[in-house]
């Protein structure tokens, strides 16, 4: 049972990492070979159902997550969550620095 929830999960975050990859792979070679034996109406049907999933995993990796340091200094708790619906609200660096790392790391400082 445990294998079959790692396996899950690995496929999980292979689906995540190359999901464009395999959504150009989707629309083309395989819609293709659907359009040919199903007609033109499935080859529609695979490219709506393909952009619902691609709506979803986007939903997904555009979450930007604001963690607090805890006071006494050792380790962060979760303070917010919110959806970056506008990637070009975002700066270029800021961008290509998420690309690069895949994480953004701020620290702030609080005084009274």
């Known amino acids: ?22 959504k150009n792979w989707l ?14 109406g499935a080859r ?3 490219h709506h159902a393909v952009s619902i999933a691609d709506k979803t995993i986007n939903g997904i990796r ?4 604001v ?3 805890k ?3 050792q380790g962060y708790d979760k303070y917010m969550e919110k959806e970056c619906r506008v990637i070009g609200d975002v700066e270029d ?4 620095e998420i690309d690069e ?3 953004l790391i701020e620290e702030f400082t609080y005084t009274q």
Request: aromatic share 12%; net charge positive.
């Open 101 to 103: 790392k895949d994480t």
């Open 44 to 46: 529609q049907r695979v």
């Open 93 to 96: 660096e800021i961008v290509k």
């Open 67 to 69: 963690y607090v340091k």
């Open 62 to 65: 555009n979450r930007i997550f």
């Open 1 to 22: 049972m445990l294998g079959w929830i790692i396996v899950g999960l690995a496929v999980t975050a292979l689906t995540l990492k190359y999901w464009d990859r395999i």
């Open 27 to 40: 629309q083309t070679i395989v819609a293709d070979k659907i359009e040919r034996v199903f007609g033109y």
């Open 71 to 73: 006071k006494n200094g």
